[in-house]
């Protein structure tokens, strides 16, 4: 975008209505600037405008200077405008319009020339860096009149670098302006943009902008991803281990803590097979990942189900067990059953013995005249008796 702005001459008409009034005018380099030159009255007298050179440029409507950049837009008895075009850096000065009368007057119009930075260049990202680790980075930007400013960012935050560095260009009057930002990186650095950005009145905001991604190196995160969530015993079956680094490992170690990996096992890159799940390949199986800047692992639990347990439904194991259950719980419910019609019965068998006992023990009480003939006689004393028999079950 080029730039052209106007501030108003401190000349104005006053009591003089024949006195010219002239604006000033800025405009980056390449761009086109308009010169106007007006008074109130005129007494015939032509309107002329002169470069900095003092070199005449057009006097009325003649053009006085052979260059094509210069062209009339406009010439009246008071009024006389021109352009130039493809502005340079050595249009840059006083410019003045004169009116010939008694006395000559004039009014001088100052025109700025910004130079255009260019395009920012970033050094410093030739090689990755280690986590941890420090990179300096240098912005450079050429060509700017007034210097420009640099601003840094890392992807939408901008960063504090060190104060510009401004040095004169040889042979022109503009600046290449200097900036270094350090920074102290982590593995979220990776492939982060960092950018430097110019700031100058003669570009819109954001029109001159590099970016770059930065490299970081750093040790891999790891992950094992197993093919199933529900690995079945004969069927095949894989854990893959997944690192993320930079760089990518390329080295992939794989055991189990219980001990050696099962003989139906087998090791591909990142990849541990089963040809054919059983539940002795239960455990937990370690994995680490290599990428040469580090070591990272990670461990998974195997745990086989059943051949006969339905993957795809989750509630056929607790239906199994709820079957098993019922079963058992049937069977219990029989044998107490049966053991209570037992006691039933062997109580009924124990009471019936007990009364005749007690009967036999009584035997003789009936006919005795007193209770101490009664006793002798329910003792054995008795001379009918020969002998007495007792029952215990």
Known sequence: MLLATSVRSNYVFDEDPFQPVTQDETVAVGGVVTLTCSVKENDNSSLQWSNTAQQTLYFGEKRALRDNRIQLVKSTATELIITIADVQLSDDGEYTCSIFTMPVRTARATVTVLGVPGKPVITGFEDAVQEGGKVTLTCTSSGSKPPAKLHWYRDEEELPGRPDVVESNPDEPTYTVTSELTLTVTRNDNNALIACAVDHPSIANGDKKTE??????????????????????????????????????????????????????????????????????????????????????????????????????????????????????????????????????????????????????????????????????????????????????
């Open 212 to 393: 770059q991604p930065l490299s970081v190196l750093f040790s891999p995160s790891v992950s094992i991803q197993p093919e199933s969530d529900l690995p079945r015993e004969g069927e095949k079956f894989y854990l893959q281990c997944v690192g993320n680094g930079n760089p990518e490992p390329t080295t992939f170690v794989w055991q189990r803590k219980e001990g050696g990996l099962p003989p139906l096992a087998k090791e591909d890159g990142a990849f541990l097979r089963f040809e054919s799940l059983n539940k002795s390949d239960n455990g937990v199986y370690e994995c680490q990942a290599d990428n040469g800047i580090g070591v990272g692992d990670v461990s998974h639990t195997l745990l086989v189900q059943e051949a006969g347990v339905n993957a795809a439904d989750p509630t056929a194991m607790s239906t199994s067990s709820g079957v098993d259950h019922a079963v058992i719980g049937g069977v219990v419910a029989v044998i107490v059953f049966i053991m209570l019609c037992l006691l039933i019965v062997l109580g009924r068998y124990l009471i019936r013995h007990k009364g005749t006992y007690l009967t036999h023990e009584a035997k003789g009480s009936d006919d005795a005249p007193d209770a101490d003939t009664a006793i002798i006689n329910a003792e054995g004393g008795h001379s009918g008796v020969d002998d007495k028999k007792e029952y215990f079950i």
